[in-house]
């Protein structure tokens, strides 16, 4: 699915990952369904989807896995949606959380690293590689992380302001063979960014 202009196709980004992984292909094709809607409602070409034209539906397939942050008005992200099968994989994660409290120590400063240049480009994410949790288990996987806009104006700056992400991982296999994963311990390497300014 493109937007009809020159650039980027998203779904051709990811490539394999968007066909190994079909709950990434659907997240990414959701979010470009938001993007259109936004252009549409709007009539401007703005670049970044709006939280309030996010509709669940759109990724039914995918919603177990999704996870969303959003900046609150003191500017910190605190976690707004967050899948039962992400819970279970990721750790307790609760609605309402902030970065920090809910994200392992071991990685924090690797998250934190790109969910700045996710929502700074604004950017797109994929990452690919080995995910390690504290039972000891090491499981293939990809994860996709995508901006957000809420809508407010940001004057420095010709694109909308991205002050919200939504992502997914997707494991190769079946986490549901792991009892108890015991949350994140080590996660996935390999990365890819691609500005939102390059989408078609």
Do not use: C
């Amino acid at each position: 699915m493109t937007d009809g202009n020159e650039g980027v196709d998203l779904l051709a980004w990811l490539g394999r990952r968007g066909t190994e992984h079909s709950q990434v292909r659907t997240l990414a094709e959701a979010w470009l369904t938001w993007r259109q809607r936004t252009r549409a409602r709007q009539g401007v070409s703005g670049v970044l989807p709006l939280l309030r034209d996010l509709d669940p539906l759109d990724m039914v397939p995918a919603l177990p896995w999704v996870w969303l942050w959003a900046r609150d008005r003191s500017g910190q992200l605190r976690l707004r949606l967050v899948g039962e099968e992400a819970k279970r994989a990721i750790g307790n994660w609760e609605r309402g959380s902030l970065v920090e409290e809910v994200v392992p120590r071991e990685i924090s400063a690797k998250v934190a690293e790109r969910y700045s240049r996710v929502l700074d480009g604004p950017a797109i994410l994929g990452v690919d590689g080995d995910i390690v949790f504290r039972s000891g288990a090491s499981v293939p996987g990809f994860r996709l992380i995508l901006p957000l806009s809420s809508g407010q104006d940001d004057e420095d700056s010709p694109l909308p302001k991205a002050d919200a992400l939504i992502g997914i991982t997707s494991y190769a296999g079946d986490l549901k063979t792991l009892k108890e994963t015991g949350g994140l311990l080590g996660d996935a390497q390999e990365e890819r960014f691609l500005p939102v300014a390059k989408l078609g």
